[in-house]
């Protein structure tokens, strides 16, 4: 194994409810724990900006068709971070 990606989890629900936060405090945990990586550079925390999915602490439903599942913009907007992480780290490897 080269390296872990862990990615933050993704709010629940429509509207702020119970699992919308405790997702949030447990990302809050994550972050605490692997920033600034500690395990050194094989761990890596991927943090997405969730403006792109939250509005006016709304989910849209466009990126979450029943606020649980990504829509495939969703996916886009969730997951183009972990891929532009994974070339960086392959590409670094080729150095």
Not at 7 to 19: A, D, T, V
Request: charged content about 25%; proline content about 5%.
């Amino acid at each position: 194994l080269l390296f872990s990606s862990s990615q933050e989890l993704l709010p629940r629900g429509k509207l702020i409810n119970k699992l919308w936060l405790k997702n949030l405090a447990t990302n809050q945990i994550l972050a605490d724990k692997l920033s600034p990586a500690p395990l050194g550079p094989k761990v890596h925390l991927i943090q997405h900006n969730t403006d792109e999915i939250i509005s006016k602490d709304e989910i849209s439903q466009g990126d979450f068709y029943d606020y649980l599942h990504l829509t495939e913009s969703g996916y886009r907007k969730v997951f183009t971070p972990v891929y532009e992480k994974v070339k960086q780290i392959l590409s670094d490897l080729d150095k």
